[in-house]
């Protein structure tokens, strides 16, 4: 209790970069941040986190924050949920909650052809060992008692896949516990530290620039997830990616009244609500590509009509406030992560609207990559080498909407 | 009910009563009350309990801004009820109280929980243990939110739509500056549309006696032809497109030129208790008694920074209050204003300010005192007994929208607050939102913004030059005081709100702070400090002083939160417009609801599943003849001299080597070589070719088409046929024979063969017969016009039913396409699906010479083993296996899937296909299909069960 009320910095604040690091990170959003976390659980602490804003102003802190496991291929299902195990104790271990929901998380079926992937991804799943199954309309009434569940409407719901474990947290918490860990453990924290350049020569990576001076870094990872591909850009290494805009938006607060995550991947809309009392909602990626996080009245207002089909009762919520972030895609929906052709320059890239859920794995599988020169078996699907080898591991179906 | 005498201008009509209940006691007021101005001058102070503390609070801003005052109307949670107009038999009721507004048990949580819950309390407790989280979640979650939705509604009630509206230019804001820059622009020939989110237009100048020279400036603005909204806030600005929102209408304004003309919000003091009923900004108080004569208190304590809580005073004390002013200014402003004050015998303290607000429950005495620069308190002060503090803490400019279309903001000391600069082209700044504050000034560069905008469209308005000199002429602004941080007292007791919205007091923030949560940013996701349904409009400078102050930076540099859309919380309802899905049927889709048939989504598409009998439709098709309508297939003709060649590029396969009259099958694939769509290309002449596409892929189809069209350069043209042609298959032995009945071509074997094509006059309607045959019997696709789809078609069923023919639906077609093993693609397909996995490497003319799209991805996947195939497969067991079950590998691992399974009744077996391991693909081999826990045993095949070498086919 007394540590309630002790005002104990969460981070240092960091006057002067040094001249060198065993490892720069470059980006502080979760992914960053939590590898510098595990980095420290390693033993490897002489690391700096290079943000060019503040902590968590990229995607981090603009996400809707839903963590679920049920993807549609085996290695996907795998990867993602070893990270929902890794937040599951995350809190504790960090001495930080996390507000971390686990209220279950629903994709509605409306036509025959969706109960019929579900259908294939709870059985993926299950296989698993992933609480993942698909429900009748009737269960779907019962764990969304609100909802409007009949079939007089445009998108009937005919069933859903179920997912217990999924849920939503506190992003901006997840982000701040991170880096409170990882400064304890000793990795210095920069903000508004931009990196602007990386010096190259053979394969190797020499120096990093940055607008608060050049370092030299023994390893460099790009964690700048909307960003990644211009960083890669100065390390000369070509991503298969592209950069969109996601939006989403809040409503002022009301009493509870939705209880689990809904998604409907036909009318392109998910939302939940926040413990604040807020519904969170959010859309699909927008077609276009681009940098500028401004949002567009089409979204308001395809989101609003395809929600109120699923609750005409929100008709009288109110908007309070709307915003977009930058994804990064990659053509198969699924990460790119690991080694690049330079020796010292790894990237976590490619996470569309779905990264959020898999900081804790990224941060832990890279932190023992940089540990021990060996990519970890549960990211090997995800080398950026499978597009030159042509073995994608398509999560289009499983990711597109339901983030 | 007591009202004051009647007011110059006031917005009630008194020969006009209205009651409404409150809480469901009996309430009145007059018309053109709001629900806070009727309920106020029926004597409430108490309006709304706060969100986190549950402390009572009273009016703050009188307008419409603050989240003092909001109630629930029936299902609607959120009415801002300083600015909702009271109706007949208005059912009001308050939100997060309870029992009642007046005694709520929750208010424990801040008479103890105040020291127990700092700041960021949630993320330091209940960590563990964390089985325990999910209950602590729930007591948390049920005290949160503030109104109630209803918990079931069937559909929507609210009817709402959009309206688009082109104009020369926009002007946001009907205040002094926008009348005048609408009327200027509309005078010079502009049309002009002008919003504002008041009922009642005039803006401040209304409220502060100028209501004559309002009802002039209006009066012009609609001789001139200006398209006022008045109730109709502006939401946003996206990209030069305006929505605004007024009642159940959204209009959607897009202007070439905008006027921002949206005022200044009157900013709170930051003080002990500051949020106790009866603290209420100035201007809010003024605004009572003008516009609906209601006496705000009967002993007001005004502390101001600014010239206008100065004229507040002075106001309020000409509707019979007794006032005690407190300016920050050691001169008060030194101007003509604190003179009249004086003269009007109100006690006027200099360089003093409120300190604290005392009272139980409402206001009853403010400590006043003179304060050092930090704003702690020169010796005691003195104590006034009062029901009123009337504060005035500086104006922040309404700056959202000019922000959110481009413009930057920066600190004016001299204002105590932020302007905008770099406003791009065509946007202009007027009024106190381009940070004038003078009646005159106000006006004059509303002109002046209202000429700007109409020069900019290309007309010529004189004496731009002169306003422009009359503008910097006029007498500067009186100073304002920056207020400090926190005025206080030195006192332990009561608690400072930097955000009334989110009961964030400044010992939050600057203990956030100290925590490292130290940028405005930080500390709004932190403490949530402006994230409340005021949006920040009262609380995001007085966080940033506070910031400013902790942190030792400018306050420049703390800067602002990112403006974001809306500026006003907006209903979702009126964002949704109508209910309304587009849904497309057949030309006849009459036909099938006569059928009774079974009509289900398909895409887009209202389609028919079965007519009842799916069995028995199937068993029509190959024992006589059926028919299905297929009108939904996407259709483009493609023609031009290059039509081949764009074709030969597009396709994988070869299509300008293909004879007039002559029809072939092709996907599509993306550049990565995976299969995109699939269909029939048919060559009609030498530069004509009619291609067919599934149902919901036409339109990615033609946007793909076209765009590599235009980049290549090609000379060919796509026409996207789709919703003008309808077709139906005839198909089964007798299909020949019913057709003959029907036209004078020569159907037979040898002059109508297998894949080919041919104009002729069905039942007297030219249409296009293609002879394919999906459903793997002897058929014929008949394109014909919509219009005259439903003739055919009854023409059709006409002259079957002698022989057996019955519609059939889709449904039934599955099962006889999966006896084929022909692909659906999108259910048999998946997005990584080659043509080689699909089994189809015929298809593929690695030999062509052209470029391709896809060539160089599938070069690649043609020297490899795809991973896994397509094929066909039967369960010896007879266990019809989930479509979606898991195909396993040879180590147990999931490998594929079953993309399709039916139960022929033909074969009297269980068939399907599905994607297995490369190594399992044979035919014979053994797969293990794992479903849902059950494990089913199947046997592959690569040949079509039915008809392997397609002799019915061509028949
Ligand atoms: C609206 C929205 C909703 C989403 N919903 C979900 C969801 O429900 N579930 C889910 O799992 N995922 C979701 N996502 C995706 C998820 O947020 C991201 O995939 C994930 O956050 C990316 O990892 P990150 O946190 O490390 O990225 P970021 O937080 O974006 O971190 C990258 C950081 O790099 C910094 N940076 C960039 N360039 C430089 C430079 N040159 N120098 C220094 N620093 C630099 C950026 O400022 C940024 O802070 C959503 C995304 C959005 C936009």
Redesign the interface.
Known sequence: MR???R???????RPDLKKRYDVVIIGGGSHGLATAYYLRQLGITDVAVLEKG????GAA?RNTTILRSNYKT?EGARFYDASVKLY?RL??EM????????CGHLTLA????A??????????N???GIDS??IGPDEVKELA??M?V?EDT??PIMGALYHPPGGII?H??VV??LARGADAGGAEIH?YTEVTGLQRSGDRITAVQTTRGTIQAGTVLNCTAGWSSLICDMADVPLPITTHILQACV???????LDVVIVSSQMHVYLSQS???EFVMGSEIEPWTTYRT????NF??DL??H???LF????????????AGLCDLS??YSPILGQTEVENFHVSAGWGTYGFKAAPIVGKTLAELVASGRTPDLIAPFTLERFYE???V?E??AAAVSH | MSRLAQQPGERIDRSQPVSFTFDGKPAAGFAGDTIVSALYAGGRRVFSRS?KYHRPRGELCGCGQCANSLFQIE????IRGCSEPIREGLRVVHQNAWPSLDFDVMRATDRVGGPFT?VG????????P?RL??VY?KV???A???????????????ETE?RRRRCDVLVIGGGAAGLAAATRAAELGADVVLCDEDAVLGGLLGIEGGHERVRELEGRARDAGVEILSGAPAL?F??G?V?VWQGSTLH?VRADQHVVATGAIQQPLVFADNDLPGVMLSGGARRLAAAYAVKPGERAVVATVDDRGLDDALALSAVGLDVVVADLRPDAGGGELAGRIRAAGITLLTGHTVVRAQGRDRVERAVVAKVDARGRALGDGSTHDCDLIAVSGGSAGALSLLL?AGGRAIYRPEIAGFAVTELPAGLHAAGAAAGHDRAEAVEVSGAIAGAEAAAALGRSPNGVADARERLAQLPAAAPVATPPAQASDGGRRGKAFVDLDEDVTVKDIK?AT??????L??SK??T?VT?G?S?GRFSQLPAARVLAAETGLDLGTVGLT?A???WS?????V???R???A?KRSAVHRRHEELGATV???GDWRRAYDYGDPVGESVAVQAAAGIIDVSTLGKLLVRGPDAGELLDRLYPNRMSNLAPDRIRYGVTTSE?GRITDDGTVCRIDDETFYVTTTSAGVAGVEQSFTWWLETWGLNAHITDLTQGVAAMNLAGPQARGVLTGLTDLDCSAEAFKYLDARHAEIAGVPCMLLRIGFVGELGYEIHCPSVNAEHVWDAIVRAGSKVGLRPFGLEPQRVLRLQKLHVIV??DT???MTPYGAGMDWIVKLDKQQDFIGRW?LE??AA?EP?VRLVGFTTPGGELP?????VLGTDG??EG?VTSARRSPRLGQVIGLATVPAALAGDGAQIWI????RRIAATVTTKPFYDPEGEVLRS
């Open positions: 540590e309630l009320f005002k104990r910095r969460m981070w240092r604040s503040y902590i968590g102003s802190g085996p599951e809190g504790k001495e930080f909650n996390l507000l971390f929901s686990q409306h036509t025959d052809r109960l019929f992937v579900m259908a294939n991804r709870a059985e993926v299950r296989l698993q199954r698909l008692p609100t409007y009949g445009t998108y506190r901006d918490a701040w516990g903000p409503t002022e607060p009301v009493k509870p009244f413990d604040r009392g401004s949002g567009t009245l308001l207002q609003t009509r929600t109120l089909e005409p009762q929100l008709e009288q919520a109110r908007i309070l406030r709307s915003w053509p198969d042509d073995n994608l398509s289009l179906a | 969100f299902g609607a949670p959120g700092p309390f949630y993320y330091k407790t209940f960590i563990r964390r989280w999910p979640e948390l979650r049920s949160a939110g503030l109104g109630r939705l209803p918990r079931r509604q069937d559909e929507r009630e609210w959009y946003g996206f990209d497109l929505p959607q959110q203990r100290l925590e490292g949560y130290d940028s940013e930080l996701r932190y949530t994230m349904p949006q990112t974001r859309p809306p919380t907006v209903p979702m309802g964002l949704a417009g209910p309304l899905e849904a289900r989504w398909a990565a999108g259910q998946d997005s990584e991805a690649h996947t490899h991973s989930t479509e979606g079950a898991v691992a999931p899937q794992s479903d849902a826990g």
